[in-house]
């Protein structure tokens, strides 16, 4: 029985977890407050001070560390990469520290799984990372010959619910089309087929359906007038894209429970909104389903929103024409992580080289 140690940094926690085979045996949220995170100069010149935090807990819970076979961290920016679970390597660090593609708090999980695996003398993972990338060649062609489509999406996640999924029915994943919907703080919806993820929007900052905090596709000729008109800076109008757009910029919230309650209340404008959050998630399902000629077996609903019974009745009720619509409400990023590596440590899915 594999005992595993996972560790997903946030930008103001870190949440770690230990799972002995599929099985929790326990898990915790690390909140650092916003001094304690304001005093370093850099998200990578933070994985000493997160190492102690995670450290400080396991002894607090009288943990044997010894009792680990590996760490897998959550994977961050790097290059674009297939899915599938990687051995931390020297080079993969050297990016990560160097920030090379991104700086993101993500980054730290590789360094400090790496560091306190070499401690123990066990293996250090990352697994599916926001970066996954198989796209297909045509899911690659933008408008314009300057740009090209990117994968940054919820590969964890999405892959994690279609292995779920497929174990439950008792298919292979390399077999089956499934449309994944990730709904949380942002909105990731995937064509997985062949065991590949071929087409997904670009989640992280300009494309797909509104989120509570991202503003999704907007009109590119408008965004242009906008950006030239002396009233904004570069940083401004990312904000919106990121941070400041979607239901943050509709109701100043970033709490799509704020639209449902008000829906639930009788409110126009939260029923607009919520109305249309549901519509074009299910717009962009129904775009996907023709990318997939039709042949879907299940469309799955995940992420913290897929709590929200309007929110998936609603969905349900515009693309289960489709296929079945499945909820998998959550994230489960770190049973994800676990699984992730008893897959590699048995051999099931051998880990890749970085």
């Not at 977890?17 to 370093?40: M, Q």
């Amino acid at each position: 029985m594999y005992t595993i140690l996972v560790i997903n940094p946030g930008s103001t926690s870190t949440k770690i977890g230990v799972f002995e085979g599929d099985r929790e045996l326990f898990t915790e949220n690390l909140a650092h407050s916003a001094e304690e995170i304001a005093a370093f100069h850099s998200i990578a010149s933070q994985y000493e001070f997160r190492e102690k935090h995670i450290l400080d807990l396991l002894r607090k819970r009288d943990f044997d560390l010894k009792r680990l076979s590996a760490i897998v961290g959550r994977g961050g920016l790097l290059k674009p990469i297939p899915g599938g679970v990687y051995a931390v390597s020297e080079t993969m660090k050297k990016e990560l520290l160097e920030a090379r593609y991104g700086e993101h708090a993500s980054n730290l999980g590789a360094l400090i799984a790496d560091k306190l695996a070499r401690q123990l003398g066990v293996p250090a993972f990352i697994a599916d990372p926001v970066v996954v990338d198989e796209l297909s060649e045509l899911a690659r062609v933008s408008g314009h010959k300057l740009f090209q489509r990117k994968s940054i999406f919820h590969a964890l996640n999405q892959k994690a619910v279609c292995r779920r999924w497929c174990a439950e029915k008792g298919r292979a994943y390399e077999d089956v089309n499934l449309i994944v919907a990730h709904m949380g703080g942002g909105i990731s919806i995937g064509l997985h087929q062949g065991g590949k993820v071929v087409d997904v929007n670009q989640a992280l900052n300009g494309e797909g359906p509104f989120s509570p905090e991202r503003s999704g596709t907007l009109p590119s000729g408008d965004l242009v007038k906008l950006c030239f008109s002396g009233k904004y800076s570069e940083k401004d109008v990312l904000k919106m894209i990121t941070g400041q757009g979607g239901l943050v910029s509709f109701m100043g919230s970033n709490d799509m429970r704020v639209a449902e309650n008000g829906f639930k209340a009788g409110d126009p404008a939260a029923t607009l909104y919520l109305k249309a959050f549901i519509y074009q998630v299910g717009k962009y399902i129904g775009g996907l389903a023709a990318a997939a000629n039709g042949k879907v077996d299940a469309i799955i609903l995940t992420g913290g929103i897929a709590y929200s019974q309007d929110v998936v009745d609603g969905i349900r009720t515009m693309t289960a024409f489709i296929a079945p619509v499945i909820a998998y409400p959550g994230e489960g990023e770190l049973q994800a992580l676990a699984l992730a590596g008893i897959r590699a440590l048995s051999g099931e899915t051998p880990a890749r080289s970085y």
